[in-house]
């Protein structure tokens, strides 16, 4: 990684919920706990704890220098509120299967 540049992942004990337009899409008491420089902390969520059957592949990739290229999936007319490292980088190949949201709430 460059230098100044940290990424930690741990494993969390916080209940994760997602909740996008009244629908629960993800509930976890398992997340992944992502933090890294200069971005809020991240949740990611274990595949099996997210309701796939609602959300729908996008096209958008984007890439990250430090963990790789993320994939996109969206939710009716929310385009792009999850995303995934199908194939993260070595240093973070602990988030592959998990998805991460934009919006959650630990409770």
Do not use: N
């Not at 916080?14 to 909740?19: C, F, G, I, L, N």
């Amino acid at each position: 990684m460059t230098t100044g540049h940290r990424i930690t992942i741990e494993p969390g004990t916080d209940h994760v919920r997602v909740v996008l337009d009244g629908r629960l899409v993800a509930e976890s008491r398992r997340p992944l706990v992502l933090r890294e420089t200069g971005c809020p902390v991240r949740y990611y969520l274990p595949v099996a704890d997210v309701r796939t059957d609602l959300l729908s592949p996008s096209d958008t990739q984007t890439y990250c220098p430090f963990k790789g290229t993320a994939s996109y999936w969206s939710l009716d007319g929310a385009r792009d509120v999850a995303w995934a490292y199908p194939d993260p980088s070595p240093d973070v190949a602990a988030i592959a299967g998990h998805l991460c949201f934009y919006r959650t709430d630990v409770v």
